[in-house]
């Protein structure tokens, strides 16, 4: 059943303008928000159109939910928005973006009924467009499964949208074989015309590379106006440059990468089709082309000028983009040792294994897509990176993970200063025979310090980060969890500042200092730790000023030995034991902290402690606010405890 221009759906919310575009079970439609006069598109589908049976009603059904929960989920750019999702009892309605400027189907149509060829720069720009939604989608696990010139629309501005996720291999989601969208039964849904060779053949999980394989089919199709998989049928040998000259060599050259019919021989993610797209964009479309690089296999890829793989590589700002499996750098090492002190190297997402420890020992920046996407792995006896020059190592947005059960930590700081933020540093596995390993980043004797923000330390067999010697990192905003023994580790005279960060979950302690080191810790949660929030040890001092340690297995603060640090403003609440507690001789100052509702006491003081505790407020706690032995001489001065 067909709606007309001007009736109203979806409780008087939208008018409908105009039929847009109609398919085999459903029909889209252009319509007007009421109130807020806003343009969108709504896809309907109806129980009672010819041919649309029980079944097929429920596995649209699906198609249109996990539609509308990825559009509407996944904001991007370059991946049309869904904005809702009803069904009544006649019908399902998908309310979407609105794509004023139609399908690539359509300006491939107008090309077959004589319009010009679609100029090279705009086909350029729309697989530069395409490549990017499927980043982001790829990013997700998400695999398209039915990209195809009608699944590809434009905006008003000209850019380009992948559309129709109805199909998508999401993970833990629905990948019936009978979900197609045109007959023939293969083991995989999606179009046989734009299916990969795997696609069309394996029941497997697809990878990534599938559907930049069927971006390849559309990029020769939008140039010839053919449909690529069929011309191919007939001429095996064809390439796009047969049939269109002014196509550039380097287009050619990257269809073919993408055309492999071996999935290890075309791009493994879509971040790599979008360096060589950029670097086309940036040069024009006149830029010359040199000869073509070969693959690992002898093939030729991608010429080097055109593919953005390095740049002036003797100058002190050169850039260097790294994938996996690159054919000039088959590893990480080997593109450490090309760049010069001061370069930079891009990580595309994927996993870089490590044959052993990298040792970075000049200045360097490495820079990955995410972390959760861009991953540098090592299985061996050793650490995965360290680090051993005189100026700074930066690293943004990847993961260093150490794997497999032998001794290592991940990241290892020998001299200079490091600048890391938003990676993560997991994995490190600790040797109680040979006494090392274990740990996230470890600041070693000689190291200066650095900054580390925003990162993530988890699941290492000993401390999330370790700092040692002289070194005086500025620890900000970090995550360090689930550590086999502390989440932070300050030894001998080691200092600097730990702020906001947070410390939870942890076999030992959250934050823990020890020998004379002297941090400053300002704002650091520390909570649901085995044992303490933050615990000083030995000659340790410093100052913890308004943390929170909560919910710790033992105490919220331990001061131990003769350590004398400077206590203000902090909470410590709902531990298993108390809120602070002083051993041994210990001493220093306790000022303005609040200590709540602990399974002991607010404060203790014990055996030959010294403290000073000056207006403290202690209440609430099960067994008293105050305890002090009675061989302690704290000073007390102004508590409400």
Same mark, same amino acid.
């Given at each position: 059943m067909s709606l007309q221009p001007g009736q109203r759906i979806l409780h008087d919310t939208y008018e409908v303008e105009e039929m847009i575009g109609r398919g085999a079970f459903a029909a889209v439609y252009r319509v007007r928000h009421v109130r807020l006069h806003l343009l969108r598109a709504v896809k309907v589908m109806s129980r009672e159109d010819p041919g649309v049976g029980s079944t097929d009603y429920n596995l649209h059904r699906l198609r249109f939910e996990q539609e509308a929960y990825i559009g509407a989920s996944l904001r991007h750019p370059n991946i049309v928005h869904a904005y809702d999702f009803y069904e009544d009892d006649r019908h399902l309605y998908l309310v979407m973006e609105y794509m004023a400027g139609g399908s690539l189907h359509q300006r491939i149509e107008n090309v077959r009924r004589g319009w010009p060829p679609l100029p090279v720069k705009d086909v350029v720009q729309m697989g530069l467009d395409v490549a990017q939604g499927l980043a @982001?989608?790829? @990013?997700?696990?998400?695999?398209?499964?039915?990209?195809? !010139?009608?699944?590809?629309?434009?905006?008003?501005?000209?850019? @380009?949208?992948?559309?129709?996720?109805?199909?998508?291999?999401? !993970?833990?989601?629905?990948s019936q074989r009978d979900l197609l969208s045109e007959g023939g039964a293969p083991p995989q849904p999606g179009t046989l015309l734009y299916m990969s060779p795997e696609q069309d053949k394996s029941t497997h999980l697809l990878l990534p590379a599938s559907d930049l394989y069927t971006l390849g089919l559309i990029l020769a199709e939008a140039l010839t106006a053919r449909v690529w998989k069929r011309y191919l049928r007939r001429h095996p040998n064809a390439r796009v440059r047969h049939l269109r000259e002014d196509v550039p060599q380097w287009l050619d050259d990257l269809i073919q990468w993408l055309l492999a019919p071996e999935i290890d021989a075309r791009p493994q993610s879509a971040q790599q089709v979008i360096d060589v797209l950029m670097a086309y964009k940036d040069k024009g479309e006149d830029s010359?082309?040199?000869? *073509?690089?070969?693959?690992?296999?002898?093939?030729?890829?991608? *010429?080097?000028?055109?593919?953005?793989?390095?740049?002036a590589v003797t100058d002190t700002e050169a850039i260097l983009h790294l994938y996996p499996g690159h054919p000039?750098?088959?590893t990480l090492a080997d593109a450490v040792a090309a760049v010069p002190p001061g370069g930079t190297i891009h990580l595309a997402p994927g996993v870089y294994r490590l044959r052993e420890t990298l040792v970075i020992d000049k200045p360097l920046t490495l820079v990955g897509?995410?972390?959760?996407?861009?991953?540098? @792995?090592?299985?061996?006896?050793?650490?995965?990176?360290?680090?051993?020059?005189?100026?700074?190592?930066?690293?943004?947005?990847?993961?260093?993970?150490?794997?497999?059960?032998?001794?290592?930590?991940?990241?290892?700081?020998d001299d200079g200063l490091v600048d890391l933020e938003q990676c993560r540093f997991t994995g490190g596995v600790w040797s109680e025979e040979q006494k090392r390993g274990g740990t996230g980043i470890l600041f070693w004797k000689m190291a200066v310090g650095g900054k580390v923000v925003h990162c993530l330390c988890d699941h290492n067999g000993l401390h999330g980060i370790e700092v040692y010697g002289q070194a005086t990192p500025s620890l900000v905003g970090n995550r360090c969890e689930k550590n086999a023994q502390s989440g932070i580790v300050y030894w001998e005279e080691s200092g600097g500042e730990a702020r906001e960060n947070e410390c939870r979950e942890n076999g030992l302690h959250g934050i823990s200092v020890r020998g004379h080191a002297a941090p400053t810790l300002v704002g650091n949660r520390c909570e649901k730790n085995a044992q303490d929030g933050i615990v000083y040890w030995e000659e340790s001092g410093g100052e913890a000023r308004e943390n929170v340690c909560r919910e710790n297995g033992l105490d919220g603060i331990e001061v131990y030995g003769q350590a004398t640090p400077s206590l203000v403003g902090n909470r410590c609440e709902k531990n298993a034991r108390s809120g602070i507690v002083y051993w041994e001789e210990s001493g220093g100052e306790a000022r303005e902290n609040v200590c709540r509702e602990n399974g002991l006491d607010g404060i203790e003081v014990?055996?030959?402690?010294? !403290?000073?505790?000056?207006?403290?407020?202690?209440?609430?706690?099960?067994?008293?606010?105050?305890?002090?032995?009675?061989?302690?001489?704290?000073?007390?001065?102004?508590?409400r405890c």
């Open positions: @982001a989608l790829h @990013a997700r696990d998400i695999v398209h499964r039915d990209l195809k !010139p009608s699944n590809i629309l434009f905006d008003g501005e000209g850019r @380009a949208k992948v559309a129709d996720l109805g199909l998508a291999q999401v !993970p833990g989601g629905p010359a082309v040199s000869t *073509p690089i070969r693959s690992h296999d002898g093939r030729e890829d991608l *010429p080097l000028e055109a593919s953005g793989d390095v740049s000039r750098y088959p897509e995410d972390r959760d996407m861009t991953v540098v @792995a090592y299985e061996g006896d050793g650490d995965v990176v360290r680090y051993t020059g005189a100026g700074v190592f930066k690293a943004r947005h990847i993961t260093f993970r150490h794997l497999g059960g032998t001794w290592g930590n991940v990241m290892v700081v014990l055996e030959r402690a010294v !403290p000073v505790l000056k207006n403290n407020v202690c209440t609430g706690n099960k067994r008293g606010n105050l305890y002090v032995a009675p061989t302690a001489k704290p000073v007390l001065k102004g508590n």
